[in-house]
């Protein structure tokens, strides 16, 4: 099946030329493109154009998973007849296995699985083994980490076609070993149940929630294959075939566990006798107790904890190879379009690194075999052999992606808003708070906003400060905020309940605030990571959705990362002023973002009690925590918690993990809160 592009808009501006261009690029065979689109420009609808018109497989990788939320949500709305993925970490919370040897400290693995990213990790992997071409993936980079072998996957899944023979037993053995269990009574994701000859099985995932499918047989014959509704049981649909894939990335056969088993314990013995030649007596002893418990609970369950640092000796691959990892499930000619390139090759290139030193330290110290560094993400020279055909998204180019693309950037300068980029403006650093005061009342009396960019966490409390005394409505941020508090000072911005944000480092990838008109880069001339070009330009574009939007550079001399954000201003604001000439347009104010907390926050607001006590949904500190005991009985309490933990879990299914972090921290505060009233 092709790609369908379902839009009410047509490309513009620079879109048309830029989706042309990379479209030729790579349908002559280049491996590499570069798309280097201003803030704002609709680089997305320009990607979704390009998927169209190239009609192969795609992955699209962004640096975090709120991003990737965003990309899936949008993709999905541009191609809703085609098999749209998200494919994330699926951890709410982990805390990786680590040894510190300084104090002797060994920290267990921790961690929390969302089961519904899991099944959309799962449903991802299917549908590109289904055959099916029209596949997008959008994925954080969880996708370099390995994540089981594509063949034993493929393997391991159960075809079943009406009118085919199976001796009912050997069915049922074929859903256990693609892990579903077997149950008496209500259907739950990944099981079954046997009534007689006909046999109810709920899928590990599902397109619109979990789905179930009824198998009947007759004698040793598939007779018929129904999808159900499995709570009445309900037939919905008559089925040809089905194809059930397994509920687990890490599935393995019965030969390749007997084949590891006798592997881990050949290593296992090697890396004893090394430590006690070593005079290690104790890592001896202490790896060998590990391990052999780890292999009894293999050979008995068929999987232990930490079953990955084994992933080597069961998809049977050599010591220092790569492992299995998402772009294997892949076909050969599938592209790679990575967002805010920037920012996310950087983050690609350093996760090798980090995972190694850590697991070094297992090894060396008695905790692991050596096979578990094997069990690792991709290095990059490993990735970029995978990824092949690759287009690289960003409003600020890094070296690597011209180098890669040979200098030849195809840009998109032209917003559909036909907005201007903010004018840079140089000022002197002399009595530079006072002039910034200046400027703010200006910009405040007539309703706009303003980020104030400092050097230093301690500048930017110390800013916010006086701010305060000489009253300016305004609120610090950097990263000792919490993420949910961040979200909050946004939000409060949007709601005009503060004027001026004072941070560190506010040149944030998807920071979307059409509301602020004026960004103040404080210490402008301090040359290095917060102000060399693409810092420096990246702070100047959270003005360019203003129509009025623009940028002041406080600095006492120009610095080449100066002059050359200057220099590349200019560029744009002349071909984007040269336009709207051309063609007699005006520029147009950039819609609002939306203000307030998520409609999650307030979905079940009519369905409360009317007695039920509600805990406020967005403050700058927890109320409740600073209010009088005596006005919430631990009954009501104990409910908040359950509706928070409620809340939070319907969020994260919805893939807003804004709403669901927010209820998480609800819900900590609730259970301090209960603690205290007990004691």
């Known amino acids: 099946m092709d790609f369908k592009l379902a839009s009410d808009y047509t490309p513009t501006g620079d879109q048309p030329e830029a989706i042309s261009k990379i479209v030729k690029v790579i349908n002559d065979g280049e491996k590499y493109a570069t798309l280097h689109g201003v803030t704002g420009s609709g680089k997305t609808f320009t990607m979704a154009n390009i998927i169209s018109q190239l009609n192969r497989p795609t992955l699209i990788l962004s640096h975090n998973k709120t991003l990737a939320a965003q990309l899936y949500g949008e993709f999905k709305n541009?191609?809703?007849?085609?098999?749209?993925?998200?494919?994330?970490?699926?951890?709410?919370?982990?805390?990786?296995?680590?040894?510190?040897?300084?104090?002797?400290?060994?920290?267990?693995?921790?961690?929390?699985?969302?089961?519904?990213?899991?099944?959309?990790?799962?449903?991802?992997?299917?549908?590109?083994?289904?055959?099916?071409?029209?596949?997008?993936?959008?994925?954080?980079?969880?996708?370099?980490?390995?994540?089981?072998?594509?063949?034993?996957?493929?393997?391991?899944?159960?075809?079943?076609?009406?009118?085919?023979?199976?001796?009912?037993?050997?069915?049922?053995?074929?859903?256990?070993?693609?892990?579903?269990?077997?149950?008496?009574?209500?259907?739950?994701?990944?099981?079954?149940?046997?009534?007689?000859?006909?046999?109810?099985?709920?899928?590990?995932?599902?397109?619109?929630?979990?789905?179930?499918?009824?198998?009947?047989?007759?004698?040793?014959?598939?007779?018929?294959?129904?999808?159900?509704?499995?709570?009445?049981?309900?037939?919905?649909?008559?089925?040809?075939?089905?194809?059930?894939?397994?509920?687990?990335?890490?599935?393995?056969?019965?030969?390749?566990?007997?084949?590891?088993?006798?592997?881990?314990?050949?290593?296992?013995?090697?890396?004893?006798?090394?430590?006690?030649?070593?005079?290690?007596?104790?890592?001896?002893?202490?790896?060998?107790?590990?391990?052999?418990?780890?292999?009894?609970?293999?050979?008995?369950?068929?999987?232990?904890?930490?079953?990955?640092?084994?992933?080597?000796y069961f998809d049977g691959r050599e010591a220092g190879t790569r492992p299995f990892c998402l772009m294997d499930f892949f076909p050969s000619d599938f592209i790679t379009i990575i967002d805010e390139s920037h920012v996310t090759i950087p983050q690609v290139r350093g996760m090798y690194g980090g995972d190694r030193a850590r697991k070094e330290t297992l090894v060396d110290y008695g905790f692991r075999l050596p096979a578990a560094k094997d069990n690792r993400p991709l290095q990059f020279d490993e990735f970029m052999k995978l990824t092949n055909t690759s287009i690289?998204?960003?409003?600020?180019?890094?070296?690597?992606?011209?180098?890669?693309?040979?200098?030849?950037?195809?840009?998109?300068?032209?917003?559909?808003?036909?907005?201007?980029?903010?004018?840079?403006?140089?000022?002197?650093?002399?009595?530079?708070?006072?002039?910034?005061?200046?400027?703010?009342?200006?910009?405040?009396?007539?309703?706009?906003?303003?980020?104030?960019?400092?050097?230093?966490?301690?500048?930017?409390?110390?800013?916010?400060?006086?701010?305060?005394?000489?009253?300016?409505?305004?609120?610090?941020?950097?990263?000792?905020?919490?993420?949910?508090?961040r979200v909050e000072i946004l939000d409060r911005l949007r709601q005009d309940e503060i004027d001026v944000i004072v941070g560190v480092n506010l040149l944030r990838e998807g920071l979307d605030l059409p509301e602020v008109a004026l960004v103040a880069i404080l210490d402008a001339d301090a040359d290095g990571f917060l102000r060399n070009v693409r810092s420096l330009t990246?702070?100047?574009?959270?003005?360019?959705?203003?129509?009025?939007?623009?940028?002041?550079?406080?600095?006492?001399?120009?610095?080449?990362?100066?002059y050359n954000a200057v220099a590349e201003s200019n560029r744009r604001r002349e071909k984007q002023i040269k336009y709207n000439f051309e063609h007699q347009q005006f520029p147009r104010q950039a819609q609002k973002s939306g203000s307030g907390p998520s409609a999650l926050l307030n979905e079940r607001e009519s369905s409360k009690p009317a007695n039920m006590t509600v805990y406020p949904i967005v403050e700058e500190h927890y109320a409740v925590a600073a209010e009088p005991q005596s006005e919430y009985s631990t009954e009501d309490i104990e409910t908040q918690i359950k509706q928070a933990r409620e809340d939070m879990e319907r969020a994260a299914k919805s893939l807003d993990f804004l709403a669901a972090a927010r209820y998480r921290d609800r819900m900590r505060e609730l259970e301090k809160m209960r603690s205290t009233a007990k004691n």
């Open 78 to 312: 541009f191609f809703p007849e085609n098999a749209v993925e998200y494919f994330v970490s699926y951890y709410d919370y982990f805390q990786p296995e680590a040894y510190l040897p300084t104090t002797d400290t060994y920290i267990e693995k921790d961690l929390s699985i969302n089961q519904e990213i899991e099944r959309m990790r799962l449903k991802t992997v299917s549908s590109l083994l289904s055959g099916r071409r029209d596949v997008i993936v959008v994925s954080s980079v969880s996708c370099i980490y390995g994540c089981g072998n594509p063949d034993d996957f493929h393997s391991t899944s159960v075809k079943i076609n009406v009118g085919q023979r199976y001796k009912r037993n050997v069915l049922l053995r074929m859903f256990v070993d693609a892990l579903y269990s077997r149950v008496e009574h209500e259907l739950r994701p990944a099981t079954f149940r046997v009534t007689g000859d006909t046999i109810d099985i709920m899928a590990a995932f599902g397109e619109f929630g979990n789905q179930s499918f009824r198998i009947m047989f007759f004698d040793d014959e598939v007779e018929a294959i129904y999808s159900i509704d499995h709570t009445t049981g309900q037939k919905l649909a008559s089925l040809d075939s089905l194809t059930l894939y397994p509920t687990n990335l890490f599935v393995t056969t019965q030969d390749r566990i007997n084949r590891a088993v006798s592997e881990i314990y050949l290593d296992l013995g090697k890396q004893i006798e090394f430590f006690q030649r070593e005079g290690h007596e104790d890592y001896a002893t202490r790896l060998k107790q590990r391990v052999e418990f780890d292999v009894e609970m293999i050979k008995e369950l068929g999987y232990c904890q930490g079953i990955e640092n084994y992933s080597r």
């Open 392 to 485: 690289y998204v960003s409003a600020t180019p890094a070296e690597f992606e011209r180098k890669m693309c040979d200098g030849t950037i195809i840009e998109q300068m032209i917003r559909p808003t036909l907005l201007i980029d903010p004018p840079l403006f140089l000022t002197s650093s002399e009595n530079m708070i006072d002039r910034l005061i200046e400027e703010i009342d200006v910009y405040t009396r007539r309703g706009d906003k303003v980020l104030v960019t400092t050097l230093t966490k301690r500048s930017a409390e110390e800013v916010s400060r006086y701010f305060d005394r000489i009253g300016i409505r305004n609120m610090y941020l950097h990263s000792d905020i919490e993420t949910m508090e």
């Open 538 to 562: 990246q702070m100047s574009g959270r003005a360019a959705r203003h129509t009025k939007g623009h940028a002041m550079l406080f600095c006492n001399r120009i610095t080449d990362s100066i």
